[in-house]
Nanobody, 129 residues
Framework: VQVAESGGGLVQPGGSLRISCVTSGFTEQPRAIGWFRQAPGEEREGFSCIHLDDESTYYRDSVKDRFAVSRDATNNTVYLQMSGLKPEDTAVYYC???????????????????????WGQGTQVTVSP
């Protein structure tokens, strides 16, 4: 099984970037794809997810109205479209194939963990002049 992100890079403040997450090799498809990021010296934080059955989405307040998640079921790809990027968005971005559910719980991002959840390797996003 494989989860692979691509599309990171260097972008100026206010710019846009799209990251792709491709899943392959799963006998049973994940129920959702979660998006996480980890800035230097910080813990990894989840900020968005999409359920693959109904394409319902969740966004943390810090990215709401700037980030959008969508999917292309024909090629097992989920996209994270980021706009209005800020220097504080600089991080390694990861996607997670989730076999439980995800969304908001008590005001924070949460997901139900299973042994089958699979991480991608991450892709660097740097927002700098």
């Amino acid at each position: 099984v494989q989860v692979a992100e691509s599309g990171g890079g260097l972008v100026q403040p206010g710019g846009s970037l799209r990251i792709s997450c491709v899943t392959s090799g799963f006998t049973e498809q994940p129920r959702a794809i979660g998006w996480f990021r980890q800035a230097p010296g910080e813990e990894r934080e989840g900020f968005s997810c999409i359920h693959l059955d109904d394409e319902s989405t969740y966004y943390r307040d810090s990215v709401k109205d700037r980030f959008a998640v969508s999917r292309d079921a024909t090629n097992n790809t989920v996209y994270l479209q980021m706009s209005g990027l800020k220097p504080e968005d600089t991080a390694v971005y990861y996607c997670l194939a989730i076999f439980g559910t995800c969304g908001e719980y008590e005001g924070a991002f949460a997901y139900t963990m299973t042994p089958y959840d699979t991480w991608g390797q991450g892709t660097q996003v740097t927002v700098s002049p």
